[in-house]
């Protein structure tokens, strides 16, 4: 048998209680521990710690709002130029064959986070699906996310 081996994984695995507050209102305050891959006057660009896939980022205005409608235009501005930004760095480090883009608005479209707007960005390879999800419940992601954020950070320079 093949054994994985994904160590972060087990502060997720272990976790009693959940942090509170928002995490990308967090993000925006601190500087250290970082997965913020980068930040604008208006937007933030992060790590998701609980990644889909590999390089699985969120972008998100850094004013704290739940709706679309609450965006004002220079925030719609840049969210987007943030959104491309981060996937040119994905690209240059990832080189990644397509991605998927989505947002989840409400828990009802299942959104994990329901109270702060923000996208996220998955990078995709033809025949990153492999068994493990259908048969095991599991998905293998074969980058820490230290490795990953300082990639990207450098990759942006």
Known sequence: MDKLWAPWRIKYVSQKKKSKGCIFCRAKNKNARD?????????ICLLNIY???????????????????QLTKEEILDLFSVLTRAQRLLQIV??????NLGLNLTRAAGAGITGHLHIHIVPRWVGDVNFMPAVCG?????QSLEEL?????????
């Open 35 to 43: 997965f913020v891959i980068f930040k604008t006057k208006k937007s």
């Open 51 to 69: 990644p889909y896939n590999n390089g699985h980022l969120l972008v998100s205005p850094l004013r704290h709002l739940s709706k679309l409608e």
């Open 94 to 99: 990832l080189k990644p064959q397509g991605y």
């Open 138 to 142: 599991t998905k293998v992601i074969s």
């Open 149 to 157: 954020a300082k990639l990207l950070k450098n990759a942006d320079q």
